[in-house]
């Protein structure tokens, strides 16, 4: 029987570490579906599991990767045949069940998502968790009647993966896009080329008191705690924020003000369990809106062995865009 590689993260008294290890078939989890992985891909939630923050890994050894690429190698399921190009994000990859970071996986037919044209594996791959999630938060705007006659659409951490997304899946959909971000200097040309209108200082998020100024019609924030009791505060009367990520912190120190005096909506926005139906959903807009040639430019590809660094430089802020792992090399 063929040996396919895996990074697994493990546990012992001095905290995680990983390794590359061989594994066959026989290794592989429970599941009606085989899919011979091509790519994977580093989210902050890969760094959190990698590192060990948070303790979110369920049972050791466990195979690291929120997300996998691939083709379908063997399938009971009629709608997923063989040779067919799928992804998988969440529903417990990585933590729960053997994740991406492997060359073969085996899963339930359910969290399975064929990924649609004219999105190819490396693109899927670059979109992975985080741009899927920020699909998810740019419908959810969609769904709350935000549109791009609204008024202007904040986005926050708009250089990292999500915000990034999110940025150009907004721009593409013509809505006045505003990017904030702590590297403005570095970044701003190339958010403004990703399709923001404006970019912004995230300096210029914190200090807003429980109202302020009502500037957004819709934000989509990845940062939590001040930022986005700031950008609740800044929200305009009858908008919508779609939070979906905690880089700042998971606290919020907001008040109620913003609800109850503009009738400010805050939608939380989840990508681990989110139904088929939302997530097909958010992939047919992937599909539609997203530049993939844009993508590609803020994409690095790393080998399997350097997703566990790279993961680290991800939750310290560093990485811009985009990382993909490519579990061959
Ligand atoms: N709800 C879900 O299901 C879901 C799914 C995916 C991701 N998430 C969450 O969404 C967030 C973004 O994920 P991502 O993959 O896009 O991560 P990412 O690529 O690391 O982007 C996060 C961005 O936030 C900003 N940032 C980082 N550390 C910060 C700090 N201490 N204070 C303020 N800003 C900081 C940086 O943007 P700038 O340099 O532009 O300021 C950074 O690029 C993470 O918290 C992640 O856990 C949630």
Same mark, same amino acid.
């Given at each position: 029987?063929?040996?396919? $590689?895996?990074?697994?993260?493990? $546990?012992?008294?001095? *905290?995680?570490?990983?390794?590359?290890?061989?594994?066959?078939?026989?290794?592989?989890?429970?599941?009606?579906?085989?899919? #011979?992985?091509?790519?994977?891909? /580093?989210?902050?939630?890969?760094?959190?599991?990698?590192?060990? $923050?948070?303790?979110?890994? @369920?049972?050791?050894? =466990?195979?690291?990767?929120?997300?996998? /690429?691939?083709?379908?190698?063997?399938?009971?399921?009629?709608?997923?045949?063989?040779?067919?190009?799928?992804? /998988?994000? *969440?529903?417990?990859? *990585? %933590?729960?069940?053997?994740?991406?970071?492997?060359?073969?996986? +085996?899963?339930?037919?359910?969290?399975?998502?064929?990924?649609?044209?004219?999105? #190819?594996?490396?693109?899927?791959?670059?979109?992975?968790?985080?741009?899927? %999630?920020?699909?998810?938060?740019? $419908?959810?705007?969609?769904?709350?009647?935000?549109?791009? !006659?609204?008024?202007?659409?904040?986005?926050?951490?708009?250089?990292?993966?999500?915000? !990034? /997304?999110?940025? =150009?899946?907004?721009?593409?959909?013509?809505?006045?896009?505003?990017?904030?971000?702590?590297?403005?200097?570095?970044?701003?040309?190339?958010?403004? @080329?990703?399709?923001?209108?404006?970019?912004?200082?995230?300096?210029?998020?914190?200090?807003?008191?429980?109202?302020?100024?009502?500037?957004?019609?819709?934000?989509?924030?990845?940062?939590?705690?001040?930022?986005?009791?700031?950008?609740?505060?800044?929200? +305009?009367?009858?908008?919508?924020?779609?939070?979906?990520? =905690?880089?700042?912190?998971?606290?919020?120190?907001?008040?109620?003000?913003?609800?109850?005096?503009?009738?400010?909506?805050?939608?939380?926005?989840?990508?681990?369990?989110?139904?088929?139906?939302?997530?097909?959903?958010?992939?047919?807009?992937?599909?539609?809106?997203?530049?993939?040639?844009?993508?590609?430019?803020?994409?690095?590809?790393?080998?399997?062995?350097?997703?566990?660094?790279? *993961?680290?430089?991800? =939750?310290?802020?560093?990485? +811009?865009?985009?990382?993909?792992?490519?579990? +061959?090399?």
């Amino acid at each position: 029987m063929p040996s396919f $590689r895996a990074l697994e993260v493990d $546990r012992d008294d001095d *905290g995680y570490t990983t390794r590359l290890v061989e594994r066959t078939d026989i290794d592989l989890a429970e599941g009606d579906v085989t899919v #011979d992985v091509r790519w994977s891909d /580093v989210n902050y939630k890969d760094g959190l599991i990698t590192s060990g $923050r948070f303790d979110l890994v @369920r049972r050791f050894p =466990m195979t690291a990767g929120i997300d996998l /690429v691939g083709t379908v190698a063997e399938s009971t399921a009629e709608d997923l045949p063989a040779g067919l190009l799928v992804t /998988v994000n *969440g529903h417990g990859l *990585g %933590t729960d069940h053997p994740g991406g970071f492997a060359e073969r996986a +085996r899963i339930p037919h359910e969290w399975v998502t064929p990924v649609p044209e004219p999105i #190819d594996d490396l693109s899927a791959a670059a979109i992975g968790t985080a741009g899927f %999630t920020a699909a998810l938060a740019v $419908r959810t705007l969609q769904e709350h009647h935000v549109e791009p !006659s609204t008024g202007p659409v904040l986005v926050t951490g708009a250089a990292g993966g999500a915000g !990034s /997304v999110a940025v =150009m899946v907004l721009g593409a959909l013509g809505y006045e896009v505003v990017a904030s971000t702590g590297r403005r200097e570095q970044e701003e040309k190339s958010l403004l @080329r990703l399709g923001a209108s404006t970019v912004v200082d995230r300096l210029e998020l914190l200090d807003a008191g429980q109202l302020g100024r009502a500037r957004w019609a819709g934000a989509v924030d990845t940062l939590g705690s001040r930022a986005l009791a700031t950008v609740l505060a800044e929200t +305009r009367y009858g908008g919508t924020v779609a939070a979906m990520g =905690m880089a700042m912190g998971v606290d919020l120190p907001a008040s109620v003000v913003p609800f109850i005096s503009r009738g400010v909506t805050l939608a939380g926005i989840d990508s681990v369990y989110a139904p088929a139906p939302a997530r097909r959903s958010a992939w047919a807009l992937l599909a539609e809106r997203l530049d993939l040639a844009a993508l590609r430019e803020i994409t690095e590809i790393v080998p399997l062995a350097e997703a566990p660094g790279r *993961g680290d430089a991800v =939750m310290a802020g560093q990485v +811009r865009g985009r990382l993909v792992v490519d579990v +061959r090399a």
